[in-house]
């Protein structure tokens, strides 16, 4: 695990929050965020509350307080042979079959939600977590780009502060947004991993790494071992493979780069 930052982000030249998003979306995934976790660049993670390796990577966290993990607020599921069911019965998040939307179709999801089906349904995937006795550091979303409508965006921030949870922000409205209510956000543009090209990932990665802007930056990254249900695109198993590589390590050494999770985020801002 990297070390955690010791001084505030606006203090430090080039501050890097490393994410592990869609933790849970299947088991095989769980391991694999761990490990980049304890030997690796991810500082902390977003748990999936719909999805298959859910339960086993409540598990985990319950075990492993030292893990600092916000909740992938999801109403997409990634695999078209492989449906998930809501928490909750909000027939507007539903397409045709009667399960939550595939990446694909979610236009028609973003176009035919409702506000009170959103709510209920997030409010679900954050009072599951907190039932099984975990304290999560913030929310964001899966596959909808800080919620996909800025209703969402502002739904969700109103829940987690009545949760008393941080939000992430990507886009450049939303940040202002956030940072108008004095909340902690990013400086930078946001890096997701699945749209870093396949091709040249390392090298690419290690670029992004030397050229990181002073301030504060977040990489959402998605660690997993290859598994059947991904589809074989290799790009969770690459994440994980710079993830916990001598490069990454080094690099981020010879930079001076402070690597931080939503924890220390949350702490250095306090």
Not at 2 to 25: E, H, K, M, Q, Y
Not at 42 to 48: G, L, Y
Not at 199 to 216: F, I, N, S, V
Request: aromatic letters at 8%; proline letters at 9%; hydrophobic letters at 40%.
């Amino acid at each position: 695990m990297p070390p955690a930052a010791t001084t505030p982000p606006s203090t430090t030249p080039r501050t890097l929050l490393v994410n592990a998003d869609d933790f849970g979306i299947y088991p095989q995934a769980n391991p694999a965020v761990v490990d980049a976790f304890d030997n690796g660049l991810v500082a902390s993670c977003s748990v999936m509350t719909p999805s298959p390796g859910a339960p086993d990577a409540l598990r985990i966290l319950a075990d492993r307080p030292d893990v600092a993990f916000g909740i992938h607020l999801t109403l997409v599921a990634d695999f078209p042979d492989q449906r998930w069911n809501p928490l909750t019965d909000g027939r507007s998040l539903l397409d045709a079959g009667g399960q939550l939307f595939t990446p694909d179709d979610k236009q028609q999801l973003l176009a035919q939600a409702t506000i009170d089906d959103v709510e209920a349904e997030f409010r679900a995937q954050i009072e599951l977590v907190l039932a099984a006795g975990l304290r999560p550091t913030h929310v964001d979303w899966h596959c909808l780009a800080d919620g996909g409508r800025p209703a969402l965006f502002d739904l969700t921030v109103e829940l987690a502060d009545e949760y008393g949870l941080a939000v992430r922000a990507w886009l450049p409205d939303s940040r202002r947004k956030l940072a108008g209510r004095g909340r902690p956000t990013v400086d930078h543009d946001f890096l997701d991993s699945f749209a870093v090209p396949l091709d040249d990932k390392p090298q690419h990665l290690a670029r992004r790494l030397r050229e990181l802007e002073p301030g504060l930056t977040e990489w959402a990254v998605h660690p997993a071992f290859d598994h059947p249900d991904d589809g074989g695109t290799g790009v969770r198993q690459s994440d994980y493979d710079f993830l916990v590589s001598a490069e990454a390590r080094e690099i981020v050494e010879e930079e001076g780069i402070t690597v931080i999770g939503w924890g220390d985020l949350l702490q250095a801002w306090d």
